[in-house]
T-cell receptor, first 114, second 113 residues
Framework: NAGVTQTPKFQVLKTGQSMTLQCAQDMNHNSMYWYRQDPGMGLRLIYYSASEGTTDKGEVPNGYNVSRLNKREFSLRLESAAPSQTSVYFC?????????????FGPGTRLTVT | AQSVAQPEDQVNVAEGNPLTVKCTYSVSGNPYLFWYVQYPNRGLQFLLKYITGDNLVKGSYGFEAEFNKSQTSFHLKKPSALVSDSALYFCALQDTGFQKLVFGTGTRLLVSP
């Protein structure tokens, strides 16, 4: 049981390049999330998926797109990377337990955009 | 709007002493509150949550948190700190209607030997 896995662990992009961050969970959770973590700002929600086939914007969705490929996988795409997207990205998942289940986080992807 | 505040960027405590990491919140309805811990180069790990019931919530690794509705606070506590407790701690508030979490900015806990 690996929990939540993310690839890659590290990535350096040039401004304007694109990339996809991959996330998978093996806990059969319905809900999945993408956050970014920046110093002094805590974690901010980018997008989330309440269930397979649905996605919704979070607090900071601009510049990102997501795909809930199936129940296990939730990817985050940067179409044209900008230096402001330099951050640590975390994927998380949770089970719907009256809407109050805790979230389980992956190890993160550290992205630098030059 | 719902929000969470962690007023201390860093808390320093000596090993064996009690520790408190502060969190206050603002929400229009019933608060659902969480504490998470992040060790270096790792993802966040769930510690404990308050949904309803007893104001003192016990969680992992000997941590507990006290919910105080009148003071809108949810402080994290541990009776005796360990050096291994040194990490970044996040308080979070669940958004109504769905499991979206609103996080505080985090408090770094440093436990000295």
């Amino acid at each position: 049981n690996a929990g939540v896995t993310q690839t890659p662990k590290f990535q350096v992009l040039k401004t304007g390049q694109s990339m996809t961050l991959q996330c998978a969970q093996d806990m059969n959770h319905n809900s999945m999330y993408w956050y970014r973590q920046d110093p002094g700002m805590g974690l901010r929600l980018i997008y989330y998926s309440a269930s397979e086939g649905t996605t919704d914007k979070g607090e900071v969705p601009n510049g990102y797109n997501v795909s809930r490929l199936n129940k296990r996988e939730f990817s985050l795409r940067l179409e044209s990377a900008a230096p402001s997207q330099t951050s640590v990205y975390f994927c998380a998942s949770s089970e719907e337990v009256a809407g109050l289940g805790e979230q389980y986080f992956g190890p993160g992807t550290r992205l630098t955009v030059t | 709007a719902q929000s969470v505040a962690q007023p201390e960027d860093q808390v320093n405590v000596a090993e064996g002493n009690p520790l408190t990491v502060k969190c206050t919140y603002s929400v229009s309805g019933n608060p659902y509150l969480f504490w998470y811990v992040q060790y270096p180069n790792r993802g966040l790990q769930f510690l404990l949550k308050y949904i309803t019931g007893d104001n003192l919530v016990k969680g992992s690794y000997g941590f507990e948190a006290e919910f105080n509705k009148s003071q809108t606070s949810f402080h994290l506590k541990k009776p005796s700190a360990l050096v291994s407790d040194s990490a970044l701690y996040f308080c979070a508030l669940q958004d109504t209607g769905f499991q979206k979490l609103v996080f505080g900015t985090g408090t770094r806990l440093l436990v000295s030997p």
